[in-house]
């Protein structure tokens, strides 16, 4: 199957700062990619549908100042969380859907996560 | 509104013994139906589907789902339950026709004690 990868895997920082998590389509081309938070327990939120090219369409109560997306080539959009705050600190997943041609039947493959923890 | 119910936040099984991991669905048209798995701290996996056809899907490590239309209904299902199976279980759901976005249920931790 495709294969996502997600970068960093962990990062602590501190209050204030800002960081950077990327996501790469490895073996296929992806025009989409969704970002997702994760808390603890509890399901995935969809953040933001990344698209190449084109500025990201956010979901209802994301703030875009915050959480800045990029897709800037068709096999990598990053995540930067600005500013962050301890409240910031959460499981983000990237995802992409698989070449099937048919993105509404095709799954989901996923990256492996970012674990971010603000100090 | 669309939507989607795990209504079991936990289920726990012996190994060995067959398990069911319930999904509801509520979604105007013809639904796509999805399971994925995520273990620990990591991303997740797509187990199966149902688009269209045979209402018994099998998918990866042995798990089946039926679709159900009369109860809207895509239970994920495995005949004899394993210790590695116990990880976190999602079922998703896309409106056929729709954008490319899924309707998660809150998910279902599943425990098999050996």
């Known amino acids: 199957g495709a294969v996502v990868s997600q970068h960093p895997s962990r990062v602590i920082c501190k209050s204030g700062t800002s960081v950077k998590i990327e996501c790469r389509s490895l073996?296929?081309?992806?025009?989409?990619m969704f970002w997702y938070r994760q808390f603890p327990k509890q399901s995935l939120m969809l953040m933001a549908t990344?698209?190449?090219?084109?500025?990201?369409?956010?979901e209802q109560g994301v703030e875009k100042d915050k959480f800045l997306i990029n897709h800037a080539s068709l096999t990598l959009s990053t995540l930067t969380v600005t500013s962050a705050h301890p409240e910031d600190s959460s499981f983000y997943i990237c995802?992409?859907?698989?070449?099937?041609?048919?993105?509404?039947?095709?799954?989901?493959?996923f990256g492996e996560g970012s674990r971010l923890t603000v100090l | 509104a669309q939507s989607v119910a795990q209504p079991e936040d936990q289920v726990n099984v012996a190994e060995g013994n067959p398990l069911t991991v319930k999904c509801t669905y509520s979604v105007s048209g013809n639904p796509y139906l999805f399971w994925y798995v995520q273990y620990p701290n990591r991303g997740l996996q797509f187990l199966l589907k149902?688009?269209?056809?045979d209402n018994l899907v099998k998918g990866s490590y042995g798990f089946e789902a039926e679709f159900n239309k009369s109860q809207t209904s895509f239970h994920l299902k495995k005949p004899s339950a394993l210790v590695s199976d116990s990880a976190l279980y999602f079922c998703?759901?896309?409106?056929?026709?729709?954008?490319?976005?899924?309707?998660w249920g809150l998910g279902t931790s599943l425990a098999v004690n050996p």
């Open positions: 073996d296929f081309q992806a025009t989409t």
């Open positions: 995802s992409a859907p698989g070449a099937s041609g048919d993105l509404g039947t095709g799954e989901l493959f």
């Open positions: 990344s698209n190449e090219g084109s500025k990201a369409t956010y």
């Open positions: 149902y688009i269209t056809g």
């Open positions: 998703a759901v896309r409106r056929a026709g729709n954008n490319r976005k899924l309707i």
